[in-house]
């Protein structure tokens, strides 16, 4: 059974891995702008509301039940308004292209919840 620290660590990796390929795609010319400044905002929304859940999620599992379900439940409501807000001031004032913008930002962040939901069933079995 692998443990959780190593599989969060194996995980953020891979992701490092994959957003470095999709950099030096963009330096060679392989991925247009238009394509590369959408998907990098995305990533980064969905990083900030990774590393949010992250940290909410370790500060829960020091304390009792009770508390840590509050601080799972209200960190999510709180990253769900912040990552909605984001997107919201994203499209509004940005000129990115939508649609990359939207696929990509629905693609980071099932991937970041499969791995948060992973990591906390490793952790608490």
């Known amino acids: 059974m692998i443990s959780s620290e190593k599989f969060l660590k194996s995980s ?19 991925v247009p702008s ?14 900030l ?9 370790k500060i829960g599992l020091k304390k009792p039940f009770e508390f840590f379900f509050k601080t799972i439940f209200g960190g999510m409501i709180i990253r769900l308004f912040l990552t909605c807000l984001l997107v919201f001031i994203s499209l509004k004032f940005l000129d990115i292209n939508w649609n990359s913008f939207i696929f ?3 693609f980071f962040y099932i991937l970041f919840l499969i791995i948060e939901v992973y990591y906390l069933n490793l952790h608490k079995t």
Do not use: A, D
Request: aromatic share 22%.
């Open 49 to 57: 509301n990774f590393f949010l859940g992250l940290i909410s999620i």
């Open 12 to 30: 953020l990796i891979f992701f490092l891995i994959f957003f470095l390929s999709f950099c030096v795609l963009f330096v060679l010319k392989i």
């Open 34 to 47: 238009e394509i590369f400044i959408p998907v990098l905002i995305s990533c980064l929304i969905s990083s």
């Open 104 to 106: 990509s930002i629905f």
